[in-house]
């Protein structure tokens, strides 16, 4: 059978970043650099907005999920590939996204680890709790000598290319999306919305958080591996609260719980990131006031469609 | 079916036996026997504060009884949780509205036939022909629902934007799409004016003649208990002080001195 449209601007968009691929060579090396960043941020956002936003948890642990995940294949790429004596291209092209999905269930593993126990707790103290493993895996990785301890993991081979990229930004879309799009998936909105009434109609409401831990998680873990592969270098202190924090901005700025908005959000704010990088410290000065002028004036999220709805009228 | 005020013919659908719940130092209900019949309609009444919606939460599971056993269909109920007593076949709705607010009425629905579906996550996202066909059927049955109580026109709308009347009749549109045998209702007449109240005792009778199942049914206001159980239940400081036809509870001096005071029952 045909597959169903959303599976088909799936495959459009994976042919269409195949494509850029192979013309990113010609670009400004800079531009690509800040592009490649920008994707990333898209898988980040999308699978956090799956746990924050579509499912109501809130958790502060993504980038200790990514750092799980970036070490993870980094490790695979720097200490086992070497030894299987691989031609460049099956490294690339092969052995670089299994590595990127061994990262990313790892990442899962450490998001089930984190969410079975901690899931029945609520609100603030979820968001204690995931912060605080986000906090344990920067200390683990802080004093690992395994993985460079606090030196961090250098000579990571540069595979992130502008297809894994957008690609996995695709599949964490589309994946997000196609989960919530069904009558299983609207479970998780009903979670988000009124556990106790969610529970009642018979959707085991734990089950659907760890799902979204689970594959939140999944898909932090790949952008960490994306992100170890592009920059070539990990430092723990790079997986810091600030940089879960960073996450949870784009997922608050799109409007929680949209597919687009978030998307958008996700390339908007790291292309203004790094067009702020000249003002050093400025930078989280100016990410504080835009969320505070943004709580007051569009708590929904910026980009929630339609962008300035009508007034309702009353019946 | 149980016949309009004919002998009950059918075994209990729901048993609770010398139930108990302790919170604390403090026993919220205590005792309690009672039963409601396949097809019956059932009240439970008593006044505030005498356990009716304690004794609902243990049949949901939402609390679990100190002592004695709730039995569902020949099954006890211990230890389950909520989901999994839905499952079993009992719904309810909730003293103070809780739908689904952000999602459209017709969300709201069908994510409640969710019991019966065959996909889960995996199939979400291959999406392959069985999942569409499944989708396609709960679409349409989902939009049956609804036209069978007249929402199908504001289906697109988020439910918080219904009026309440409409909001009370959404909820117990999501819990029949559990497709439930015991539906408990928890003050349904809540709120409502006398118009209102008198469609919700029609929308009662036809729910249950309609898809033949059992309702328990909390309720303060005596016109609605008194019109349409057919049994009654009566607690008072959490213990059972009388059960019957309403006709019976109406003459019973027990409940007379203790829930309405040392007045017979008026009728509203």
Redesign the interface.
């Known amino acids: ?1 045909f ?2 449209r ?2 088909r601007i799936l495959l459009a968009v994976l042919a269409a970043s195949a494509l850029l691929s192979a013309v990113s060579g010609r670009l400004n090396p800079y531009f690509l650099d800040v592009a490649l960043g920008a994707g990333i941020s898209v898988v980040l956002a999308s699978s956090l907005n799956l746990i924050n936003g579509f499912t109501g948890q809130f958790s502060l642990g993504h980038a200790g999920f990514m750092a799980v995940g970036a070490y993870a294949s980094a490790m695979l790429t720097t200490t086992l590939a070497p030894r299987l004596g691989l031609s460049a291209n099956l490294l690339q092209w092969v052995f670089f996204p299994l590595s990127l999905v061994a990262g990313g269930l790892l990442a899962a593993l450490a998001g089930i680890a984190v969410g079975a126990p901690s899931l029945r707790l609520k609100g603030d103290y979820l968001a204690i709790v995931t912060l605080g493993f986000g906090e344990i895996i920067k200390v683990v990785l802080q004093n690992v000598d395994a993985v460079g301890a606090s030196r961090g993991l250098t000579g990571i081979p540069n595979h992130t290319n502008f297809f894994w990229v957008f690609g996995s930004a695709a599949v964490t879309v589309y ?1 997000v999306w ?2 919530l ?7 998780f ?2 979670v ?3 556990e ?10 734990t089950r659907y958080k760890i ?1 979204a831990f689970v594959v939140g998680a999944f898909f932090a873990g790949v952008a960490g591996g994306l992100y170890a592969h592009l920059k070539g270098y990990l430092n723990p202190g790079g997986f810091s609260f600030d940089k879960s924090i960073e996450i949870v901005v784009m997922v608050i700025l799109g409007g929680m719980g949209r597919h687009s908005g978030v998307v958008v959000a996700a390339l908007l704010l790291t292309v203004l990131t790094e067009s702020l990088r000249q003002t050093g410290a400025f930078r989280m000065i100016v990410y504080s006031v835009l969320l505070i002028v943004l709580m007051l004036t569009r708590p929904q999220g910026l980009f929630v469609w339609p962008l300035w709805p009508k007034k ?1 009228a009353r019946p | 079916m149980a016949e309009e005020g004919g002998p009950p013919l059918s075994a209990p659908l729901l048993e609770l036996s010398g139930v108990t719940i302790r919170f604390g130092g403090l026993t919220a209900v205590s005792a309690v026997d009672a039963d409601v019949r396949e097809g019956e309609l059932a009240g439970l009444i008593g006044p505030n504060g005498a356990g009716k919606t304690t004794v609902f939460n243990m049949i949901t599971g939402v609390y679990q009884p100190t002592e004695g056993a709730i039995t569902f269909a020949g099954r006890p109920t211990a230890g389950l949780k909520p989901y999994r007593i839905t499952e079993l076949g009992i719904a309810r709705t909730f003293q103070n509205i809780r739908l689904f607010p952000s999602l459209t009425v017709f969300d709201n629905v069908r994510v409640a036939f969710h019991l019966h579906l065959e996909h889960d996550s995996v199939h979400s996202l291959t999406r392959g022909p069985k999942f569409q066909a499944e989708e396609v059927e709960l679409r349409e049955r989902t939009r049956e629902l609804l036209s069978i109580f007249r929402l199908e026109r504001v289906q697109d709308e988020p439910a918080k934007s219904l009026s309440y009347g409409d909001q009370r009749r959404l909820e117990i549109i999501r819990a029949l799409a559990t497709r439930p045998k015991l539906l408990l209702l928890d003050e349904p007449a809540a709120g409502m004016n006398p118009t209102e109240k008198d469609e919700l005792m029609k929308l009662i009778r036809f729910i249950r003649d309609r898809f033949g199942l059992a309702i328990l049914l909390v309720e303060h206001d005596m016109k609605v208990v008194m019109g349409i159980c057919e049994r009654i239940h009566v607690l008072e400081y959490g213990r059972k002080i009388a059960e019957g036809t309403p006709a019976g509870i109406r003459g019973n001096p027990k409940v007379i001195a203790a829930y309405l005071g040392e007045e017979p029952v008026k009728e509203s």
Request: no cysteine.
């Open positions: 059978m597959p169903p959303s599976q994946v196609a989960l799009n069904s009558t299983y998936g609207r479970g909105l009903a988000a919305d009124d106790v009434a969610a529970e009642a109609m018979g959707l085991n409401t799902t309702e």
